[in-house]
């Protein structure tokens, strides 16, 4: 199979890059010039930028993908000129989008209006009715992190370009809040920084240990990603991807301590206590917990990396960049 990926050099591009050409698959990636992580030896490259695309098209088109790899897709916009792009040259294409097309991210957020969504999120849970996703400032803090984000972020229209094309069939994979080694966001840091500091407590606010959200070990994802780009029954559907446990953040600081050897305590405090350092806005009674069984069911999708060596490789990874 030739599988072209478009924003193939990130955090979780490489994974599905060394799965496809270990499997056997030619693998041409298109990206703006600079590469985080080294490329399997066969790759191919295609430079471009994606705010732009359709500058590429003679390029693309010539790399003659059975299947496109979309990670960074973030507009309505973007995905129909992708499917115009590749209409009568590719066979699928396979989108990234997000677990925040569920209304339990507008509740959270508090942009959606009623009450909470019952948990867990299955593919077909209500999704949001606005069109923000997150709050202006912090889709502004987003943008300054991922470059190819765009303005009019938003997963639901991307969804409905690449499912609404029937000449050209796709599959979307919703994706949850993901970690490990190369996280641009550095999900793990405070944790693990606090806990190599000795501190005797980490003190969350109560309602914030309390909630429960989804998460993916990068490689795990691209695991699933690939999995989903070379099964032809993913073909026309929508799989969550998400460990099968939603570990509280309480549960999953406790889970590092461990892994990490700190002795100190984790400790859930009133939203009034002062010590309560470590808490998140928004309407934390609207959990996040998604439900991954039909991926699992329908396609045999298994994590590949177990959780305790997924959270062993990102305490490491933390600790050794927050040195250099």
Not at 16 to 24: E, I, M, Q, S
Not at 61 to 82: C, K, M
Not at 161 to 168: F, V
Not at 295 to 320: C, F, K, M, N, S
Request: glycine share 8%; proline share 7%.
């Amino acid at each position: 199979m030739r599988a072209l990926l478009i924003g193939g050099t990130g955090f979780i591009g490489p994974h599905v890059a060394r799965h496809l050409t270990t499997g056997g698959h030619d693998v041409t990636v298109f990206h703006r010039g600079v590469r985080r992580r080294p490329a399997p030896s066969d790759d191919r490259d295609i430079i471009g930028d994606r705010h732009s695309l359709l500058d590429s098209a003679d390029a693309l088109r010539a790399a003659r993908p059975d299947v496109v790899i979309d990670l960074i897709l973030s507009s309505g916009a973007q995905a129909e000129d992708l499917m115009h792009l590749f209409r009568g040259v590719a066979r699928r294409v396979v989108a990234l989008s997000s677990c925040d097309v569920y209304r339990a991210c507008g509740v959270l957020h508090g942009s959606e209006p009623g009450g909470l969504e019952p948990m867990p999120l299955v593919e077909t849970s209500p999704l949001r009715t606005t069109g923000q996703t997150y709050p202006p400032e912090q889709l502004a803090r987003i943008r300054q992190i991922f470059p190819w984000v765009d303005a009019a972020y938003d997963k639901i229209p991307v969804e409905r370009a690449i499912l609404g094309a029937p000449e050209l069939p796709g599959t979307v994979l919703r994706l949850p809040m993901v970690y490990g080694p190369g996280d641009p966001l550095h999900r793990n840091r405070a944790l693990v920084t606090k806990m190599d500091a000795n501190e005797p407590a980490i003190v969350f606010e109560e309602k914030y240990a309390a909630w429960r959200g989804p998460r993916g070990f990068a490689e795990n994802v691209a695991a699933a990603i690939v999995l989903a780009a070379t099964d032809e029954r993913a073909t026309g559907n929508i799989y969550n991807v998400a460990e099968p446990e939603a570990l509280s953040e309480l549960e999953w600081a406790r889970e590092v301590a461990r892994i990490a050897e700190w002795r100190g305590d984790v400790i859930a405090r009133p939203a009034d206590d002062a010590s309560a350092k470590l808490r998140m806005p928004g309407n934390l009674d609207q959990h996040w917990i998604v439900d991954s069984s039909r991926i699992r069911h329908e396609l045999g999708y298994r994590e590949p990396v177990a959780r305790e060596e997924a959270i062993r490789q990102t305490i490491e990874w933390e600790r050794e960049t927050r040195s250099s």
